[in-house]
């Protein structure tokens, strides 16, 4: 199948891999300056380092539909530059999947492709795609939804070992980010693992850094920069996340379906 995919960020990954993995052809969109946190594991790097390897696969940046083509063809997934994923209409996928978890929709419609799935809140399986996939973490996280929506958006993240809020490391200022602590260093609670706007960003717990936007890039105040995980496991900064695959199962089982 030819598979479309809205935006590049980890789980957007995740779901790109589940496809690599089963032989499909996969090109992904993003806009020209990406914010994924956890960009060892996204897709999205390629827009900045024009290549990037996720687990076995590599993302390279492309800038039109032939060279998406021929790196397709050799096994790779094709990232572009493409906000708006204009792509679509001379890519002509059988698959289109908008993951650019905005919370609601900027741009999918049914009409977009033979089979168009919305992953996370802000989509109505029957309305303006065919299916949805549950992205909230819990026993029905990757769920293929078939009629109605996703579980809003609490603005809270998922638990991961006792922690929710305290995991979110966010810009204390709008401005340029200049990360003092890197993806795999382990942080205590207090410590500062950023600057932004030349203010600092404190860790809000102790752990490891599994994400952190690179230097340079202008964030608001607010905005996630980065995050921590108390599980303080390396591999776990540079390996898919088992919420992104459980949700890239659940997109390739309602690819599968139709």
Known sequence: M???????????????????????QVLMTDIEVPLAVRRMVSFSRAVYERETQVEKAKGVLVRNLEEALAAMETGHIAVIVDEKARIREEYRPDILIDSIMAKRNIGTSMADAPVVIGIGPGFTAGSDC??????????????????????????????????????????????EIEPAAQIGDLVKKGQVVAVTGGVPVYAQMSGIVRGMLQKGVHVEKGLKIGDIDAREKKELCYTISD?????????MEAALEK
């Open 243 to 251: 919420k992104a695959r459980k949700i890239g199962r659940g997109a």
């Open 2 to 24: 030819k598979v479309l995919i809205k935006g590049a960020g980890d789980l957007a990954s995740g779901i790109a891999y589940e496809f690599w993995l089963a032989g499909h």
């Open 130 to 175: 065919h299916y949805v996939i549950e992205t909230q973490r819990g026993p029905s996280l990757g769920h293929v939804i078939r009629e109605g929506s996703a579980i809003p958006n609490t603005g809270i993240p998922g638990e991961i070992a006792g922690y929710t809020i305290e995991r979110l490391i966010k810009a204390s200022a709008s401005g």
